[in-house]
């Protein structure tokens, strides 16, 4: 593997978790070290993953969240974690980084007493999406339009920051073919009442090549998605392959 994953211990680890951010997202977006350290020193996480090298350990990736109210029925002691901001520096990212990453923070919230977690993306971000919806199992029934306004770094500038608030439940299960939770309180009507929506495979590239083609497509994704959420649909999967992206929302039950 050649990476390990743990918390930080020490200033020395927030400073390079504000470094990594401003390699991933350009200079204008940075969570500050003084932030990292007072959600960490509150009841939040500040996980991150390195490597040894000839000078010390080097910080590859991180992720930080912190706890926070919840309205999701099934959430133990009406609690969340939320997880803030995650990253995994370019040159480290398909090593599975993100994910180990992520399960981390999956163990470390358990240990808290805590059964959900949640956390928000860009719905067009394909690679995301394969993380977040496949890999780690989490469902969507939220979209938020705009949801940090105008933002200016290099990955986001140019179009609204519509986002995915997506919860991953870490006591889920499949029980007969239909994903729920072991506390019953998330059920499928039916498994295969499903729909699908098509996404780019690589929103970034098309943003680049044509702008306004962007913007339409972002557009036309949030319309369809606030549609399929106000029927009573969640998104439950996503295929990624070389040819097509797609999601697959599945009708809730009540």
Known sequence: MGYYIRHFKDLADHEHCEAIQAKVWGEPFVVPTNMTVTLQRHGGLAIGAFEPGPEGEQMIGFVVGFMSPTHHAGANRALSHHSHIAAVLPEKQGRGIGEALKRAQGEAVRAQGLNLITWTYDPLE???????????????????????????????????????????????????????????QVRFSNPHDQLSIEIPRNFQALKRADPEAALRCRLEMRERFEQA???GYAVTGFTLDNERAVYTLTRLSG
């Not at 939220?142 to 140019?158: F, K, V």
């Not at 920051?161 to 006591?171: G, K, P």
């Open 229 to 231: 959420f106000a029927q």
């Open 126 to 184: 394909a690679k995301n999406a394969r993380l977040n919806i496949s890999k780690l199992g989490c469902i969507c029934r939220t979209y938020i339009r705009n949801a940090y306004g105008d933002m200016r770094d290099t990955l986001n500038a140019g179009l609204p920051s519509d986002r995915f608030e997506v919860e991953w439940w870490l006591d889920q299960r499949y029980v007969g073919g239909e994903r729920r939770m072991a506390n019953d």
